[in-house]
């Protein structure tokens, strides 16, 4: 990618639906690593970052390529750290350009969509302290993608909420993003706990035969 595209990708007045399109566009590889992402746009923070790191989670058979860089983020962001940082392993993973066209193909019109509703507002849902408790509960959801899951849909959108009301400021998209995230936590825990005491009944009852 020539320095001029680089310098599209990075202005920050452009919307993130504008820099997916364009990346999915115009990358000139056959692969797209989480390096190149995170060189490309690594000005806009830890929202950009969370958000193509997530957005994976919405094809099947490949949400754990990007999980456990999603997890480092979601950990580096509930620490309180001034930029994201992946570690060279990381940073070289990669997406074939078809995935990545097709994951923002697939997400593009619910975001743009999102987009026309953000603005800076409640701004201290969205400050230091807000963003650290965000990082947590990314940090949860992140770990449960590493568990192969048929549907990760109601893991990956809590996460891409957050990711937008981190990258705009929005405080009410903050809110939304937590209770939503809260809710899947909540969800996944109650089903394991189900499955838990089931299975032990199950053997309880084996045993005593």
Not at 129 to 155: D, K, S, T, W, Y
Not at 176 to 194: D, K, N, Y
Request: net charge positive; glycine share 10%; hydrophobic share 55%.
């Amino acid at each position: 990618m020539n320095d001029t595209a680089a310098e599209t990708l990075r202005a920050r007045p452009q919307r993130v639906s504008f820099v997916l399109e364009h990346l999915a566009r115009t990358w000139p590889g056959e692969r797209i690593s989480l390096g190149d992402i995170t060189r490309l746009l690594g000005d806009r923070g830890y929202g950009v970052l969370m958000l193509v790191l997530a957005l994976p989670g919405l094809l099947p058979g490949i949400s754990s390529i990007a999980a456990v860089p999603l997890t480092l983020v979601a950990l580096q962001l509930a620490i309180g750290l001034p930029r994201p940082w992946l570690p060279r392993f990381l940073a070289d993973r990669s997406l074939s350009h078809a995935d990545f066209s097709r994951m923002v193909e697939r997400t593009l019109p619910y975001l743009a969509w999102i987009e026309r509703l953000l603005r800076p507002r409640l701004t201290v849902l969205a400050g230091p302290v807000g963003e650290r408790v965000m990082g947590l509960v990314c940090l949860a959801l992140a770990l449960l993608l590493l568990i192969p899951i048929l549907f990760n849909a109601p893991l990956v959108v809590p996460i891409a909420l957050m990711s937008l009301a981190v990258l705009e400021r929005d405080g009410v998209l903050a809110a939304i993003g937590l209770l939503a995230g809260c809710l899947a936590l909540g969800a996944v825990v109650g089903i394991g706990w189900v499955s838990l005491q089931e299975g032990l009944q199950l053997a309880g009852k084996y045993l005593g035969m």
